[in-house]
Structure formats: structure tokens, C-alpha cells
């Protein structure tokens, strides 16, 4: 069920500023923009903005993606054009292009995309007929990515637009490549790690998974995009525009799957409509998916014990992104026995998506309890909302690790964005390993003592 009441109405607490929320669990949409660029090799951000977006984004976005660093094209090796008051009053078309002559001088890229914030927005400046003055040389395009129009998913799908109108070209079609959208760079914090064992699980069944982000390759990749037979968006929401355009643009059918596919069911569930759609032959795909199957079951029983002895059938709070919460409750619920209580929604996903959502956390949730579904992307609503409740593990975000002690003292681990008690680099709970990953990591919250 979803929670129909807000919070002032149920009296948790009286909200002065109603407009104002603390510590949401996304950026602007420069962010997103600035996100993918910088997770795709090769490719070089050129911020148009103030000086202050893009270190923001450092410690905002970055580092609070696992503390990761951004690479040599990210963080203060970034041009920028540190826009200040003269540039308001005078306009700065011409230092951006002096920018963009630099930056094609000095940092070597396969593309470069110029990225522009809230101030360029304001005053107005064209920076496409900036932008339009390169056409000799690597591709240079730009993205409008006005703080105040959108959140970080709103900059990867305006990333993606820009991408789709000003790079991409028809393309024959290449059999049984597959493009996978809906996974943003270091906003999902576990986006290296997935991707790859999603290229390797999609490579058994004889299908080129073309990853954009995190491949040395990249810039080409993204180049392929119109090229694929298939796209294939990983999320009840983001990027279903993405591919909708594509589709009209390119002729690519596309499919719609949840979440990253966490455990042994999901993963054969996401394999199983890929092979469908692309009409691969069932018994080569039912081979490797028995193969899969029956490696990840006898992983699971090394950890039956420390499970069954330490923390069984346990009521558990997810606080996540849409994608993130449906696969790993999904996996809990459905593979695990963990009886999911209750399930925050952390993007602030557009209401017509959200009954799907729901749907996903109580239709496919194979147990008895279903859990509470809320949408709130408020730090401190969703610590209201925790409160009061019988869980004895909680799967968030790392602002949850200090106040664990006011929810039971539940044990807590960190696997949504922000996550900054922990680095993650390679980790994954994609595919059919996934699973057994993320119960060693939950597992390891309380074994010992020694």
C-alpha cells in the first residue's frame, strides 16, 4: 500500500517550510549531464557555469557516489567558464568559445560537451550558435541543463537528447546488439560493477551488450547507440523517454525492465524477455541460464547458517531509488525470506510511474507482508517516516548509518546514493552473483565476534 496521508497531516512533524528539503538524495540536472560525461571515456565536460557547480558536484556527487574520483576530465581538471557578475550584466558567449578553443587544445577527448548551469539560463546566452563554430574536428555538442529545470535523472536524459539530436545517425543495424540505458554513472553508486556483469551474463547468451559508460571505448559506444537492434532501459522509470525517442528516431524496439537484475530469478527473468524479443533460440539461452542457476543456488547455501543462525525472516526497511529498492527487496523478499515492512522511494519518480512502482513492491513480492511503499525524497521526513517500526535491518543510504539507534539499533548498510561510508569501485549485486554478494555484505554487519 502507499501512504496516502503527507506528514503534517499524520502530526510526525509541523513543517515550517514546506518548500525547502534537507539533504535530498539527487542534484540539479547540470549534475546528471555532468555525471554521464564524466563516466564516459574519452569524452570531455565543459562546464558553463559558476565556478562553484562544478566543484559541487565533486564532494555532491562524486565522492557521495561511493567515494569515487572523477577521473582526469572531472573535478578541477574541468574547464570552466567560472562565470561572475560581468558576465550576468555583459553576457559570456565569447568566453565560452575561448573555453571550448582551450579545451580542444589542451585536453585530448574523443568528444566534448559543453554542459551549461542556471546562469547561462538566465541571461540567455546562445550557446548553440557558440557551439555550432567547431564543426571541424571531434564532435562538440551541448547540453542545457539549468539547475532549477530538473534533478540528476533530469541531466542524464537531457544528456541523452542532446546526444540523440546533435550526434547520433542512422545506422544499419547490428544483430544482437543490445544498448543498455537507465543506469546513471556514480548516481547509482554501484554503476561500473553492474554494467559489466550485465555485458558478461548478456555475452553467454551470444548478445553484444553495448555499454556507453565505464568502457575504454566509450565515446564509440555511445557512437553505436542507433546501430543496436535492441534497447534495453533497467528502470520502472528513467530513460523510457530516452528510448521512446530512439524509437522514433532509429526504429529501435525497445524493453522496459525494473531494476538491475539482483539474484538468480530477476537475472534469468531479464535474459528470458532479451532472448525473447531478439528471437534467440531457447534452449542455447536455457542452457546458460540453468548453468547460472545452479552455481548461484550453491553459493547461497555457504551462507545458510550465519543467515538462518543470525537474522532470520527479519523485517527490513529499504530507503532507495526506485530501481535500486525494487531489486534488492525483490531479492530479500522473494530469494532470501527477509519480510520487507517498509520501502522509501528516494527519486521523486513523475506520478505516473509510481503505481507501476507499487506494483513492483507489492504484486511481485513473493511473501505475505508487503511492505509500506512512500515516495520522499526529504532526509529528515524519511527519518520520521523510519520511526516507530519493528525492522532490524536497514538497506539506505549512509545518512542513515548514524541514527540507526532511534529504529531498533538495526543493522544498516549502505546501497543507495548517497553512500559515503564506503568505497565502491568494482562491487556489484547484478546478475546471478549478485545476490549472494549482497547477503555477505549484510552478513558480515553481524557475524563474529571475533
Known amino acids: 500500500m502507499i501512504a496516502e496521508k503527507t506528514i503534517a497531516e499524520e502530526g510526525l512533524i509541523k513543517i515550517k517550510y514546506p518548500e525547502v528539503q534537507e539533504a535530498p538524495r539527487y542534484s540539479c540536472s547540470l549534475s546528471g549531464a555532468y555525471a554521464a560525461v564524466v563516466g564516459l571515456y574519452g569524452a570531455v565536460p565543459i562546464l558553463h557555469s559558476g565556478g562553484g557547480c562544478g566543484i559541487g558536484q565533486l564532494f555532491g556527487q562524486f565522492y557521495a557516489g561511493g567515494e569515487n574520483s572523477p577521473g582526469n576530465q ?103 546488439l543490445i544498448n543498455i540505458l537507465g543506469v546513471v554513472p556514480f548516481q547509482h553508486v554501484f554503476w561500473k560493477g553492474d554494467l559489466e556483469k550485465l555485458k558478461e551474463i548478456f555475452k553467454k547468451i551470444g548478445v553484444e551488450a553495448n555499454v556507453i559508460f565505464g568502457e575504454f571505448e566509450g565515446v564509440n559506444n555511445l557512437k553505436k547507440i542507433s546501430a543496436a537492434e535492441l534497447n534495453v532501459v533497467l528502470s520502472p522509470w528513467l530513460s523510457h523517454k530516452t528510448a521512446e525517442k530512439l524509437s522514433q528516431r532509429f526504429g529501435t524496439p525497445y524493453i522496459t525492465f525494473p531494476s538491475v537484475p539482483v539474484g538468480p530469478k530477476e537475472t534469468t527473468g531479464l535474459l528470458q524477455a532479451v532472448a525473447k524479443k531478439l528471437k534467440l533460440s531457447k534452449d542455447k539461452v536455457q542452457a546458460v541460464i540453468d548453468a547460472e542457476e545452479r552455481i548461484a543456488y550453491r553459493h547461497a547455501e555457504y551462507f545458510g547458517d550465519p543467515l538462518l543462525i543470525g537474522l532470520p525472516h527479519t523485517y527490513t526497511a529499504v530507503v532507495a531509488d526506485s530501481a535500486t529498492a525494487i531489486g534488492i527487496t525483490q531479492y530479500a523478499a522473494n530469494e532470501v525470506g527477509y519480510l ?45 517516516r523510519l520511526r516507530n ?18 529504529f531498533n539499533h538495526a543493522l544498516h548498510l549502505s546501497v543507495s546514493f548517497p553512500i559515503l561510508d564506503r568505497a565502491v569501485v568494482e562491487r556489484s549485486y547484478a546478475g546471478y552473483r549478485g545476490g549472494t554478494i549482497l547477503m555477505e555484505d549484510i552478513i558480515s554487519k553481524y557475524v563474529g565476534p571475533l
Open 389 to 406: 517500526r519493528s525492522f532490524l535491518l536497514l538497506l539506505a543510504s549512509s545518512l542513515e548509518k548514524h541514527i540507526t539507534g532511534e
Open 340 to 384: 520487507p515492512e517498509i520501502v522509501i522511494i528516494t527519486d521523486s519518480p513523475p506520478e505516473e510511474y509510481r503505481k507501476d512502482i507499487i506494483h513492483e513492491l507489492s504484486d511481485n513480492i513473493e511473501c505475505v507482508v508487503k511492505p509500506e511503499v512512500i515516495f520522499e525524497s526529504d532526509s529528515h521526513k524519511i527519518r520520521q
Open 74 to 176: 572531472g573535478g578541477t581538471s574541468t574547464p570552466c567558464t567560472s562565470l561572475v557578475e560581468q558576465n550576468v550584466i555583459f553576457g559570456a558567449e565569447d568566453k565560452l568559445r575561448r573555453l571550448i578553443e582551450s579545451s580542444l587544445e589542451l585536453m585530448k577527448g574523443g568528444m566534448y560537451v559543453v554542459i551549461s548551469g542556471c546562469v547561462p539560463a538566465l541571461i540567455g546566452d546562445d550557446i548553440e550558435s557558440v557551439v555550432k563554430k567547431f564543426k571541424d574536428g571531434p564532435p562538440v555538442i551541448y547540453v542545457k541543463t539549468a539547475g532549477f529545470s530538473g534533478n540528476t535523472y533530469t541531466g542524464y536524459e537531457q544528456f541523452f537528447d542532446a546526444v540523440i539530436d546533435q550526434l547520433l545517425i542512422p545506422q544499419p543495424k547490428q544483430k544482437r
